[in-house]
């Protein structure tokens, strides 16, 4: 029966809504559609907190969060003087010239309050803070005109950005987890770590790397309290993204058409480079200073009228001072810029005045490392030339072992042949996955050998080839070739776009050929590379934070019952080189020191004597690792006599009682 009521009722109502009707409806529609992502945000942020696994992994992301808030801050620290001194540039430079100084400019607070018996949390804050205001106030011009030019090589720049984004994507289950990597538990951390429950900077005798350049660890310093030590690996991370930019506005100043997101994605393609992406190192604030000066001196270089020269040079100079405050391997660049800049004189007509205006401000700034050195040990270089200035905690045993390790961890043997061979080693055969480059920089090397284009790529070969020069002659591990292997892929990376991929006949077997050789890299790291896969379950909340420990930091359950039981108040660990994890008062020995037990025993004297010795110190327990006992033995580390050997294994059997054992560790109480 038809409805006799409102012309549409019945079956006919969805034409109620005139032409009008659904002319505002579509309009009403149009307008509230910018807020759908709103409300897609909103859901999906409910939708991740109602569910346990997802609200765990939102949750690891929180110190990357704090991250940027502490890069913000060494932002605005370095906004003023980022404006005002640096010459006029693209916007991508002041801001990571900003952010570097700013951060050099933190490092130097933190230390010189902290050698003065000034550990702060609550003034790390204010620092901080002040530096997010300085960023608001003075920092506008920095983020206003980043440059967003889009790369012009189609396929090209589509794989390099697949390239970068895998790569990247790959680390944020390690970037996240606890820490667990060598070097920052046995120093890089470590070293805040003790200032902060210290209350000072002060000497590490056990310590060698504490005497090592140290600028990002008094970064971490100010980072640790406020955030944890996760956010510390995030900074790092976020230096790795300033190696990216550096790497590419390199690849505009030598190549201005050329597509800039290739060389940064061949340098991500190397597993040496993009595993340290997700530790709390110093390797990549090290890079990004290297690039970063690099570049200014190419400014300089490349200027007939010299504009702006000093400040230019005077930039260049503070970036290498900042990468010599970070690293000793410092000494391989200034090597290789010390011809580079005789050729510079000759060829370019540089004038001594300016290399001398190049060079203060790098010896300025290193003066940070040599006069606490000699402060705190006596030797200015320490633990090098220790002959000329001897030290009794570092002896000709602990110097033979230290050298020993340097040269000959990754290339155990060198012959005449090896500065050809070195390449089969680090491509082919790396002994380790966080030392293996891939292919990719031996398939970009022959580039190198075409013609340049202008004085700027001339610039960068020379320096190429003077730092591979330095490096066979100081013979240290791979990770000290970053700069030299950025530098090539940076000089490759045009040349590979010109010569392969602007002829339509090559253009796809060299696609296929990059993402082959990138392919293979990416799935090496990822199965060889368990830095990468296990902090997996941690990442997504199917693992707590003590389980991943146990699993992954050698005599963790050593040091949790030492944590967990109230009868130690204080302990020795001997064979135990990173303790990060410990939470009471410790006495070690790290790596390449004099043995914990041999420095107690160094006056030999009785077991009774040494007890009581112990008993003074505050030591209640012993920890005994008897495999590092037994290979540091082996290795020669130990260098005392049979009698002070005897002491503290008679010390062990008769003033001691075990009371717990994990695996190849014997915990041992003191009697007193």
Not at 182 to 195: F, G, Q, R, S, V
Not at 517 to 539: D, N
Request: hydrophobic share 50%; with cysteine; glycine share 6%.
């Amino acid at each position: 029966m038809e409805s006799r009521g409102r012309p549409g009722a019945g079956h006919g109502s969805h034409r109620s809504l005139g032409p009008g009707g659904r002319v505002k409806a579509v309009i009403l529609f149009n307008r509230s559609a910018g807020l759908w992502p709103l409300i897609g945000l909103i859901l999906t942020a409910i939708h991740i907190a109602a569910n346990p696994p997802l609200a765990a992994a939102a949750g690891r992301l929180v110190p990357a969060v704090f991250s940027l808030a502490f890069a913000a801050a060494f932002t605005g620290w370095g906004a003023l003087p980022s404006l005002t001194f640096v010459p006029k540039g693209p916007p991508t430079d002041r801001l990571l010239l900003a952010t570097v100084i700013g951060a050099g400019l933190t490092g130097l607070v933190t230390f010189v309050s902290g050698v003065f018996g000034v550990v702060s949390p609550p003034f790390y804050a204010v620092w901080t803070l002040c530096g997010l205001a300085l960023l608001i106030w003075k920092g506008r011009p920095l983020l206003a005109d980043i440059s967003t030019r889009k790369s012009n090589a189609g396929g090209l720049g589509t794989l390099a950005a697949i390239i970068i984004a895998l790569n990247l994507v790959q680390l944020i289950p390690m970037l996240v987890s606890p820490v667990v990597s060598t070097d920052a538990m046995e120093y890089h951390l470590m070293i805040p770590k003790i200032a902060l429950a210290t209350g000072q900077i002060a000497p590490l005798p056990s310590l060698v790397e504490s005497n090592y350049p140290g600028l990002m660890s008094f970064i971490y310093l100010l980072i640790m309290p406020l955030a944890g030590d996760i956010a510390c690996k995030a900074v790092h991370f976020l230096a790795g993204i300033g190696v990216l930019f550096a790497i590419a506005r390199l690849v505009d100043r030598i190549a201005p058409k050329a597509n800039r997101l290739l060389a940064p994605a061949l340098y991500l393609t190397m597993p040496v480079a993009t595993i340290i992406f997700g530790w709390a190192w110093n390797d990549n604030f090290f890079v990004l200073c290297v690039l970063l000066a690099l570049g200014q001196l190419l400014d300089f270089n490349s200027d007939p009228e010299r504009s702006g020269s000093v400040r230019r040079l005077v930039t260049a100079g503070i970036l290498l001072g900042l990468a010599a405050w970070t690293k000793y391997t410092i000494v391989m660049i200034l090597t290789a810029l010390a011809p580079l800049l005789i050729v510079a004189m000759w060829k370019w007509r540089w004038r001594p005045l300016q290399v001398l205006t190049l060079v203060a401000p790098i010896c300025l700034i290193s003066l940070l490392v040599f006069v606490k050195n000699a402060l705190f040990t006596g030797n200015p270089f320490y633990p090098f030339l220790h002959t000329l200035f001897p030290n009794p905690m570092w002896t000709d045993t602990t110097a033979a072992f230290f050298q020993d390790a340097l040269q000959k961890w990754e290339i155990p043997t060198w012959h005449w042949h090896t500065p050809v061979t070195f390449v089969y080693h680090m491509v082919f055969k790396p002994r380790l996955i966080d030392i293996h480059t891939g292919v990719i920089p031996l398939l970009a090397a022959p580039f190198l050998l075409l013609r340049s284009a202008n004085r700027s790529q001339t610039f960068l070969k020379l320096f190429a080839l003077f730092h591979l020069v330095a490096w066979y002659l100081f013979r240290t591990e791979t990770r000290s070739l970053l700069s030299l292997l950025a530098v090539v892929l940076i000089l490759a990376s045009p040349e590979i776009e010109r010569t392969l991929f602007a002829v339509a006949e090559r253009r796809r077997a060299a696609l296929f050929a990059v993402a082959a050789a990138a392919l293979t890299s990416l799935l090496v790291t990822v199965i060889s590379g368990w830095v990468l896969t296990e902090p997996l379950r941690y990442c997504i909340g199917l693992e707590g934070r003590k389980a991943f420990l146990e699993r992954e930091v050698v005599g963790f359950d050593t040091l949790d019952w030492i944590n967990t039981h109230d009868e130690v108040q204080g302990a020795v660990l001997v064979g135990f080189k990173r303790p990060y994890y410990a939470a009471k008062p410790i006495w070690f020995s790290a790596f390449s020191d004099i043995p914990i037990a041999e420095l107690l025993t160094g006056h030999e004297g009785t077991p009774a004597d040494l007890a009581r010795k112990l008993n003074t110190l505050g030591a209640t327990h012993i920890a005994l690792d008897h495999n590092e006992w037994n290979v540091d033995h082996a290795d020669h580390l130990y260098s005392w006599s049979d009698r002070r050997r005897e002491v503290f294994e008679d010390l062990l059997e008769y003033h001691c009682r075990p009371t717990a054992r994990f695996g190849a560790t014997t915990i041992f109480r003191l009697e007193k």
